[in-house]
């Protein structure tokens, strides 16, 4: 038999360490969460569960808060991602050009991507508060509202304004990765639209897009998945309320355990959003022909 070569036996000896960390910190919790969620556990029967079968499923399926966070999810991720983009679209078109001190501008810019979600929360909590919240001090002192806003505990308000902080949040990802992409393609390709009468929108949609298209792809497939499982900002503001008006899945999962100390609910709950965002991913590679894409 022939020995094992020195580069395979190094190259297992560098992947199996992150491979085993993979199993243990992803795989395993994932079908250890899938199989909790045939059982019964709570508080009270932690220590000897029983087989339930789709007990949890139908309990989730049946409870009116579920389709109320189902909704709120898909508000909370459109209206996050839209603007995330657009705006972290427009920051990286506005950056691409070098001027001076560029760098110190990125790094004040890019600085919010750097700090806990959940820290974020309690910043914006204190700043929309309707009491003394520095927002609205602001808006009373230049005469724009007569009466302060209870931007957090106002049903009206709560989605619009956790999805604003989100929105505020996010911007970052966009911006950084899409300039990564801008700076990526050769000023020739531009320099000689212009000579041929190109103007800025027509380079933008016919030469800019299509360009980079494989990062816009991949950018946005992940920041879908990755706002639909960030409930940090939310529970950092108003934990799911007023009302439930701000209760998505990931939140309606983690109140589940906390108010209900059921394992078992949250667990299917977990099962369903994973179940929604691989149907999400396959659906939305073969929309874009994501497979064909050299990225």
Do not use: C
């Amino acid at each position: 038999m022939k020995k094992p070569r020195r580069g395979a036996r190094f190259f297992w000896f560098t992947v199996l360490p992150t491979l085993l960390l993979v199993l243990f910190l992803v795989v395993y919790p994932t079908i250890k969460g899938a199989i909790m969620s045939f059982y019964n556990y709570t508080i009270f029967t932690f220590w000897n569960p029983s087989f339930i079968g789709l007990k949890n499923y139908s309990a989730i399926f049946s409870d009116d808060a579920f389709y109320q966070a189902l909704w709120n999810t898909f508000v909370w991720v459109a209206g996050s991602v839209i603007f995330q983009f657009v705006l972290g679209f427009g920051l990286a078109l506005l950056m691409w050009k070098p001027f001076k001190g560029r760098g110190i501008y990125a790094g004040l810019v890019f600085y919010p991507w750097a700090v806990s979600g959940f820290a974020i929360g309690l910043v914006w909590s204190w700043l929309l508060n309707g009491t003394f919240g520095v927002v609205n001090d602001v808006l009373l002192r230049f005469r724009l509202i007569e009466y302060p806003i209870h931007f957090l505990s106002d049903p009206k308000w709560a989605m619009f304004s956790v999805i604003l902080i989100n929105v505020w949040y996010g911007i970052p990802f966009f911006a950084i990765m899409i300039l990564a992409a801008l700076q990526s393609i050769p000023r020739s390709v531009i320099e000689a639209a212009k000579i041929d009468g190109a103007g800025p929108a027509r380079r933008l949609f016919s030469i800019v897009v299509p360009y980079i298209r494989p990062v816009i792809l991949s950018t946005l497939l992940l920041r879908v998945i990755w706002v639909m499982n960030f409930p940090d900002i939310i529970y950092g503001t108003t934990r799911g309320g007023p009302a439930g008006t701000t209760n998505i899945l990931p939140v309606y999962m983690i109140n589940t355990v906390f108010y209900e100390n059921d394992y078992s609910k949250a667990a299917a709950t977990g099962v369903i959003v994973l179940g929604i965002l691989l149907a999400y991913t396959i659906i939305y590679m073969k929309v874009t022909s994501f497979k064909e894409l050299e990225l």
